[in-house]
C-alpha cells in the first residue's frame, strides 16, 4: 500500500514551453501533498505545499506564478511549469501525507520527474 | 528554526567494511521525528526508518542500525558489512512542530556512498 507515482518520469522541452508533471496516490487519500526540487549533487528542497482544495503554500524564493500547483482532489496534485528556462532543469519529487489511518508523520514519495529544457 | 546537517559529503569503503553516515539535527521542539532515506542512482527515494524523538532506543534491522542520542542531537547510521548494492545517496530528515500540521520535512544535504567491490 501507499504509492505514489508521478507522470512523466522524464520530459524534455524547450525553453518557454510549459510543462505539467502528474503526482497521484494510488491507494490512499492524500489530504496534503508537497512538491520538492533536486538539483545535481544537492538536496531536495521544499517547493511547495498543497492541501486539497486549497491553494499551495510556497517556500520562500519560489515563484508561485511559474510553478503553478492544483491539487483539486485527494488523489491527483500537478505541478505545472511555465514558461520553462534552461535553469529549471532539475529531478521534481513529489510526496504525498495520508490522510486516514496511517501515521499522518510518514511522507509516501513518488519516483520523480527529470525535467530537462532546452 | 529546524536543521539538518551531514556533515560528510562522500565516503567510500571497500565492500564488507562497516561505515556509518552522521547526522546532526537543531530543533527548538521537545517533540520531533527524525528519518532516514536512501537514494540509488534511479532517483527514487527508499524509506529506511522514522524514529520520534521520545524514542531513544537504538534500532537494528539487519545490516543496519540507527544510533540515537538527544544529548549530542545525533541520529547516525551504521551499514555493517557493506555491499556494492548500499552504494547511494542517503540523507537524513527532520520533521518538527514548527512544520505546523502540514509535517513539512527539513533534509540534510546527504552523504553519498561508494561501496567498492
Known amino acids: 500500500g501507499a504509492v505514489v507515482s508521478q507522470h512523466p518520469s522524464w520530459v524534455i522541452c524547450k525553453s518557454g514551453t510549459s510543462v505539467k508533471i502528474e503526482c497521484r496516490s494510488l491507494?490512499?487519500?492524500?489530504?496534503?501533498m508537497f512538491w520538492y526540487r533536486q538539483f545535481p549533487k544537492q538536496s531536495l528542497m521544499l517547493m511547495a505545499t498543497s492541501n486539497e482544495g486549497s491553494k499551495a503554500t510556497y517556500e520562500q524564493g519560489v515563484e508561485k506564478d511559474k510553478f503553478l500547483i492544483n491539487h483539486a482532489s485527494l488523489t491527483l496534485s500537478t505541478l505545472t511549469v511555465t514558461s520553462a528556462h534552461p535553469e529549471d532543469s532539475s529531478f521534481y519529487i513529489c510526496?504525498?501525507?495520508?490522510?486516514?489511518?496511517?501515521?499522518?508523520?510518514?511522507?509516501?514519495f513518488g519516483p520523480g520527474t527529470r525535467l530537462t529544457v532546452l | 528554526a529546524q536543521k539538518v546537517t551531514q556533515a560528510q559529503t562522500e565516503i567510500s569503503v571497500v565492500e564488507k567494511e562497516d561505515v556509518t553516515l552522521d547526522c546532526v539535527y537543531e530543533t527548538r521542539d521537545t517533540t520531533y521525528y527524525l528519518f532516514w532515506y536512501k537514494q540509488p542512482p534511479s532517483g527514487e527515494l527508499v524509506f529506511l526508518i522514522r524514529r520520534n524523538s521520545f524514542d531513544e532506543q537504538n534500532e537494528i534491522s539487519g545490516r543496519y542500525s540507527w544510533n540515537f542520542q538527544k544529548s549530542t542531537s545525533s541520529f547516525n547510521f551504521t551499514i555493517t558489512a557493506s555491499q556494492v548494492v548500499d552504494s547511494a545517496v542517503y540523507f537524513c530528515?527532520?520533521?518538527?512542530?514548527?512544520?505546523?500540521?502540514?509535517?513539512?520535512?527539513?533534509f540534510g544535504s546527504g552523504t553519498q556512498l561508494t561501496v567498492l567491490p
Open positions: 510526496s504525498a501525507r495520508d490522510g486516514g489511518w496511517v501515521d499522518p508523520n510518514e511522507q509516501f
Open positions: 491507494d490512499f487519500q492524500a489530504t496534503t
Open positions: 530528515a527532520l520533521s518538527d512542530a514548527t512544520s505546523g500540521s502540514a509535517r513539512q520535512l527539513t
